[in-house]
């Protein structure tokens, strides 16, 4: 039997929205923070980041009552065309984008700038759930693994093209989705082995990873030829092409670090795996972040006492570095606090995604949980000088209008999806 909906609001999760309000709240509190000075009061200054952020936060306001205004089936509907319009959107870039910080990212509107690879991520995730939902849809055969994969590939080597690689880094999130779906096990080993071979090229040189590879190689067909003779008779191919796979992925790491990769991304991978030692220019940023972040101690300074932060010792603090205000401000309790609200927000999207009638909103559901951890996770870990800095906002958090636009479309296009399971049944 269907209900109709008496009104947009109808049935919407309003714990995930309360969420939602909370972390933007919480980071606008930290930007603001963050960018302050004794000079500036008016909370709605266009001349500072803070005030822009509110202007953006209040715009979000319309976003929202639209993506809730079209109905849960518009979307999976029209879930390839948003695909498309978003890879468009992309290749548009290498024509008239605006280049900040040295990637073409942007789209310039007379002083105002739109950076379309924070909307294709939503468009993506629709894309893989209307593909994986399909019926005849099956994760076990190897033509539709490659329709997902290349799904994936396209805006991710757009966006590596730009480039912007720390961007296209979050689309392997959903290798997750796929692997809950039914994608066979050995692709997550795969992806695996691939991080081990990526971090091994870059800190021993592709020659000696090649050669070690051989070697490895030789071993193996050396011990199916002493106690697996059958066997390797039968899977001597495998094992050569599993090598020549290994070897071309080896090679294209050292291409793509040394010809795509900017000097800027090759000195923080050196810094990140020790082969260079630098605190006073590239190593900078990660410095002053674990700095500031210790700083904090248990309870933090206070809230516009934290030294570092008013001193500006941090770059650009109030982008990808923001969580270091938390650190220094709110300190360890309140650091812990903010971590647990998005580890219970993302468990939220997972338990609402678990219960969804149609596959394709669970699969979005969990697309969406997936490239929102993967930005939490690697910002956290990159503030912390675990990770490279690789220019991944921390969601709802981080300064930008198109980053809060983009996870606003992200979640909403969501809670529409799950409030239409309300009034089915």
């Known amino acids: 039997m269907r209900i109709r909906k008496k009104n947009i609001f109808f049935g919407i999760d309003w714990v995930l929205i309360l969420f939602y309000f909370m972390l933007i709240f919480i980071g606008w509190i930290n930007i603001y923070s963050a960018t302050t000075s004794e000079n500036t ?90 593909l994986v939902s399909d019926k005849q849809f099956n994760l076990k055969k190897i033509n539709t693994q490659i329709q997902a994969l290349l799904i994936l590939f396209f805006p ?14 979050v689309y392997s999130a959903f290798i997750f989705v796929l692997y809950r779906e039914g994608l066979p096990v050995y692709y997550i080993t795969i992806g695996f082995v691939a991080v081990i071979l990526f971090v091994l090229t870059l800190y021993f040189g592709f020659i000696n990873i090649l050669i070690a590879s051989l070697f490895v190689f030789i071993l193996i067909l050396l011990f199916f030829n002493f106690y697996r003779k059958k066997a390797l008779k039968k899977g001597w191919l495998k094992i050569l092409g599993v090598y020549v796979v290994s070897a071309l992925f080896i090679i294209s790491v050292d291409f793509v670090f040394n010809k795509v990769f900017e000097q800027r991304h090759r000195d923080r991978f050196d810094i990140l795996l020790g082969k260079t030692k630098d605190i006073k220019s590239i190593g900078y940023n990660t410095n002053q972040s674990v700095t500031t972040i210790a700083s904090g101690g248990l309870t933090g300074k206070g809230f516009l006492d934290g030294e570092r932060t008013q001193g500006n010792f941090v770059p650009e603090q109030q982008t990808d570095y923001i969580f270091t205000t938390v650190g220094e401000e709110w300190g360890f309790i309140g650091s812990s606090a903010v971590i647990l609200l998005f580890i219970f927000f993302l468990l939220r999207i997972i338990y609402i995604a678990e219960r969804q009638k149609s596959k394709f909103s669970r699969v979005y559901g969990y697309s969406i949980a997936a490239i929102f951890f993967t930005h939490f996770t690697i910002n956290i870990g990159m503030v912390l000088g675990l990770l490279p800095t690789i220019g991944i906002p921390l969601p709802f958090f981080s300064y930008g209008g198109s980053a809060l636009w ?14 239409n399971r309300s009034y089915e049944w």
């Open 41 to 130: 009061v008016n909370l709605i200054n266009l001349s500072t980041e803070y005030g822009k952020q509110l202007i953006w936060i209040g715009l979000s306001f319309p976003i929202i009552i639209l993506l809730l205004f079209f109905d849960a089936k518009f979307y999976e509907k029209y879930a390839s065309i948003l695909y498309l319009v978003g890879l468009t959107s992309l290749i548009g870039l290498f024509i008239i984008g605006k280049n900040i910080n040295g990637a073409t990212s942007w789209y310039d509107f007379g002083g105002f700038s739109l950076q379309p690879s924070e909307f294709v991520k939503a468009s993506t995730a629709l894309a893989i759930a209307k």
């Open 406 to 419: 983009g996870f606003t479309v992200l979640l909403f296009i969501f809670i529409r999806l799950d409030a």
């Open 156 to 169: 991710a080597i757009l966006i590596t093209l730009q480039p912007d690689p720390g961007s296209a880094l």
